[in-house]
Each structure stands twice: as C-alpha cells, then as structure tokens.
C-alpha cells in the first residue's frame, strides 16, 4: 500500500445555507486538494459529517468525489459503525472499485473489551473486498484500541494494512512502529502529532488541517518522511497554531471555517454540531490572510 504513505485528507461534505449538500463546492475542494500535493482522499469520515447524512446524500458524496478525481488519487471510503453486521452486510453489498481501501472505525459507544475489538474487525477483514485500515480515535469512540489488539490483528489478517491512530499518545504510537510487521502503516490520525509520528517511523497523516492547507502540510510530511528535520519543524510551527483552532470548537466547524476564508464552501454544518464563534471566526480568518501571503 504505498499509495497510502504520504498526506491523506478527509474530506468535509460542504452544505449550501439550506443544509443541502453543495456538490459543486465539494468538486472545488476536491481540485484544490488535487492541485497542491495531496497524496490520497478519504471520503465520508468522521470529517464529512457522514451520521448527519442520507443514503442518498452519501451516494451522492462518493458519486462526486469519484467522478472528479477521476482516477487522479487513490480514494479510501468510511466504512464503519458499532453494529458489525450492518458494516459486514455494507462490506459485502457496496461496489468498491473506485476505492483502494476502507477505513473502518473502532466500535463507538458499544465500549467494547479488546476481545470484542478483534472479533469486531475480524469479522470486517473476512467481509472486505479491500484492504481494511483500522480507525482507533477514543476521543470519539469511548475506548481505546490498545496497541496489542492492533498488532493481533495485522498479523492475523492479511488484507488489514494499516491503522490511523488518533488517540494523540506519541507513546501508544511508538509501540505500534516499534512492533509492528514489516508493511503495516502507521498513520497519524492528530495533526498536531504528525510530524514526530513520521520521524518515528510512521507512514502519514490523515489529516483535517491539510484540507485547508494542502501543500504546506503535505510538504511538512514528506520534509518528514525524508529525516529534512528542521525544514519539516519551520512548517509544522507554521501551521501549529491554526490545528488548535480548528479544534477548538469541534470538528468539522473549525475546517469550514477555513474553507469560507478561502472562497471554496459555506462555513454550514448540521446540527448537533453549531458554528465557531465570532471570535474564534476571526482569528481562522486572520490566519488564513496570513497564510496567503506566505
């Protein structure tokens, strides 16, 4: 899978001021990540809001994005949930030949033990057609995918390739590089953890902050990759401030924010989840004028 080594993005699913996704603007942020060095798309993460939205939305998502790639990047597709057999059935009835792999989140609000992790991702490795990266985020999930869990599973399975880790322990991560098979990447899924992460030996990121600031970021990671240490940090502390921003409150308000400073979507996201502030608008606007002058 070197395809996947490198700066992957998760895509946001941009919404008109009438929470109707907006395709066109979802085509202009998929070029504009196309166009300034982006390695590989991730279609329908966390990112895009993809609970907030229809079967029918999300196939118009996938529609977009593959028909304006056009086989231009590799693409890994969101297939996940705490239900196994609704994933596995998704996993056995979806038509995957525009994707390279899926990414597929830890079980959410289930809790479940590492045991029942593994039979989990068991049963989604036997179901895909594809390689299968794990997604170990418990900040969202409510409970960690411990690093011997990850390493049962990639020696177990064949076809699971890789795991984005964002539990934003460089500690966890480093057991993970340090023990794991040969082939199996290691990706940062913490923006602001990226860059030790690959100087640890870790394959990338996918990131959110790279969708607003494709070539930076992306430069940043193979800076990285290629042990250019300091080139890599000048980048990293460029940008540092602008990943505590976007998260500050939530994901993915933050990043829409920026997509309006650029002039590429409406800053719209669905409820539960409420716009930034004024004051954190501000300053994303501030940063982002200040970026396109670099």
């Known amino acids: 899978m070197q395809s996947l080594i490198g700066t992957g993005v998760a895509l946001?699913?941009?919404?008109?001021?009438?929470?109707?996704?907006?395709?066109?603007?979802?085509?202009?942020?998929?070029?504009?990540?196309?166009?300034?060095?982006?390695?590989?798309?991730?279609?329908?993460?966390?990112?895009?809001?993809?609970?907030?939205?229809?079967?029918?939305?999300?196939?118009?998502?996938?529609?977009?994005?593959?028909?304006?790639?056009?086989?231009?990047?590799?693409?890994?597709?969101g297939v996940g949930g705490n239900n196994t057999q609704k994933v596995v059935e998704e996993l056995?009835?979806?038509?995957?030949?525009?994707?390279?792999?899926?990414?597929?989140?830890?079980?959410?609000?289930?809790?479940?033990?590492q045991e029942g992790i593994y039979?989990?991702?068991?049963?989604?490795?036997?179901?895909?057609?594809?390689?299968?990266?794990?997604?170990?985020?418990?900040?969202?999930?409510?409970?960690?995918?411990?690093?011997?869990?990850?390493?049962?599973?990639?020696?177990?399975?064949?076809?699971?390739?890789g795991i984005k880790e964002a539990a934003g322990d460089i500690v966890q991560a480093m057991k993970l590089i340090q023990n794991k098979p040969k082939d199996f990447l290691v990706i940062s899924g913490d923006d602001m953890i990226t860059l030790p992460m690959v100087l640890a030996g870790g394959a990338g990121v996918i990131s959110v902050i790279a969708e607003g600031f494709p070539k930076k970021f992306s430069d940043m990671v193979r800076l990285g990759l290629n042990k250019r240490v300091d080139e890599a940090y000048k980048l990293h502390y460029l940008l540092a401030d602008s990943i505590d921003m976007i998260f500050e409150q939530g994901?993915?308000?933050?990043?829409?924010?920026?997509?309006?400073?650029?002039?590429l979507a409406e800053n719209?996201?669905?409820?539960?989840?409420?716009?930034?502030?004024?004051?954190?608008?501000n300053r994303i606007q501030l940063f982002v004028e200040k970026m396109t002058k670099n």
Do not use: C, W
Request: cysteine-free.
């Open 12 to 77: 946001i699913t941009p919404f008109k001021k009438d929470f109707s996704v907006d395709a066109e603007a979802l085509k202009a942020i998929v070029n504009y990540q196309i166009d300034n060095g982006i390695d590989y798309l991730v279609v329908l993460g966390t990112t895009a809001e993809s609970a907030t939205l229809s079967s029918d939305e999300k196939e118009l998502v996938i529609k977009t994005i593959v028909e304006t790639n056009n086989g231009r990047l590799p693409l890994v597709l």
């Open 92 to 113: 056995k009835n979806r038509d995957f030949s525009a994707f390279d792999a899926i990414l597929s989140v830890s079980p959410y609000y289930n809790k479940p033990t």
């Open 119 to 161: 039979q989990h991702f068991k049963a989604v490795a036997e179901a895909s057609p594809i390689p299968v990266i794990l997604y170990n985020v418990p900040g969202r999930t409510a409970s960690n995918m411990l690093p011997s869990t990850v390493l049962r599973l990639a020696n177990d399975f064949q076809n699971i390739v």
């Open 251 to 263: 994901n993915p308000a933050g990043i829409k924010e920026i997509f309006k400073s650029l002039g």
């Open 268 to 281: 719209t996201v669905r409820l539960p989840l409420v716009n930034v502030d004024e004051n954190l608008s």
